[in-house]
């Protein structure tokens, strides 16, 4: 189907997808890499001490990335997992499933730092937070999408449930957040939010937003790497054949 | 933080479980799913190449 | 099916779609009363995870009337979602949901239906005997009617979403503990409303936001979720390879994507 000049389904095709990813894997790894470093530096080293919660606070520089990447992933999974749905084509559904374990992972994270944050500001391992909480909600979300696709033997079966729970959960996801959001703020007593990070200095924003790049870049580079073994899984066609006999 | 030196940056001002044990992990796991991935790409690759016969490929409609 | 024909709906047909929704409705109030086990068990699992909260935490009023809300809303989830794994599970094993699909009725209404009977075979019950458990956990009788409104609410867009849910899930090995992790995160909005709703009257503070939210909740869900079963129970792919041949002709397709394999 030609949408004017383009042909946007040129890389549907699974041998020129695997080849594209194959050539921009190392330089996502590398721009990865590099910004991370980058990134690591002004925050560990160039960044001021914070005032109220000292060197504590130098955990955003992980925790607020991943989370917001663990937000991104789904997006995009629920974006390929539509893509796969209307217009049929299998790598798109291949996508959206290497997508969802960095995602989980990145969602992880950002519970895991979230954790290690609480415990030195706010004395507790874990917090009520309403970030937190929703974070808790997607990370059982992406482990129900990767239940269900590995609960169903028929591929597109597999492909075509799990990406309607995609959908399903991608409008959940904001009414999610909001009613947490909403939840928390009733029971102001208790909690105590985690997301009054120290004012934000322009060396700490720069450090946050380098950091947020490196992970998209890990996490895209990922992603393509794990499409890849996905798609070598459709052994029996030829252009595997080929591709494991000319490896 | 120009002024410390390097003791003082492992020590993160008493913080240094926290801070570290965040970087840590993220770092860990990151390189552990790289590698993980990296091991099975090569795997399929060997058994694909052991011939069409010997690899349980899955079976699309 | 050698020759494919073209997907036309007949210009007249037999039945009507709201006499083809009623009749879907009874069938499945019918059946539901036939085989009583299925929602007496699920509503005694609901009285019995009630009790034993106490049990866990500990006799003390004050702390049980605080608990009362959120320990219902979660139990009533619960049972709803033991129950859900029914919705679907008989017809497709007896081969009637496969009838449904192939007929000219849109699927989403007989959903509609299917639910409606469901909902009255469980959360309805649930809904009716959530004041007795109430007692139990002495909460005063204003934000028990509270609590009984909340769930009336609320219980319907359980079974809307469960339902999609259910369609997921349907004929496979996992099922229902499957099915509960699929639904239970996409619930939390409606436990939040609903308990919050009770802890909002028992703070003295109006619960007309939550209800309203619930409200809207649940006519979104009502026009939604019927819409995403009909592609979410993907049986007819899988049992029937010409279908899927059928559907790769009559859907939107993409030569390229697809010629290049």
Redesign the interface.
Known sequence: MQLGAVNWFYFAAPQRFYRLAGQLLPWCFVLASLLAVWGLYIGLWLAPTDAQQGEAYRIIFVHVPVAWMSMVVYLAMAGWAGVGLVFNSRLASMMACALAPTGALMTFLALWTGALWGKPTWGTWWVWDARLTSELVLLFLYIGFMSLHAAIDDPRRADRAAGLLALVGVVNVPIIYFSVKWWNTLHQGASVSLTKSPSMASTMLLGMLVMALACWAYCIAAALLRVRSIMEREAHTAWVQDLARSA | MSSAGWSDFWHMGGYALYVWGSLGMCAATLLIEVLWLAHRQRKLIELISAGPDSDAGESSP | MSAVTHPKQPAALPVGLLAAVQCIFVRDLRLALRRRADSLSAMLFFVMVVSLFPLGVGPEPGLLRSMAPGVVWVAALLSSMLSLSRLFADDHQDGTLEQLLLGAHPLAFLVLGKIAAHWIGSGLMLTLIAPLLALQFDLAADACGVLVLSLLLGTPVLSLIGA?GAA??VG???GSV?LS??V???A??VL??GA?AV??YQAGLGFSAHFS?LGA?LLVSLVAAPW?VR??S?LL??RY?QM?DFD?KF???????????
Request: hydrophobic letters at 50%; charged letters at 10%; aromatic letters at 4%.
């Open positions: 999609i997921l899930t496979l090995r996992g499957l992790l699929l239970l995160p996409l939390v909005p939040v409303f919050g802890q909002a939210l909740g995403v592609p979410g993907g792919w899988s390879p899927a790769r859907v939107m397709r993409h030569p390229v994507c697809n010629s290049v394999r």
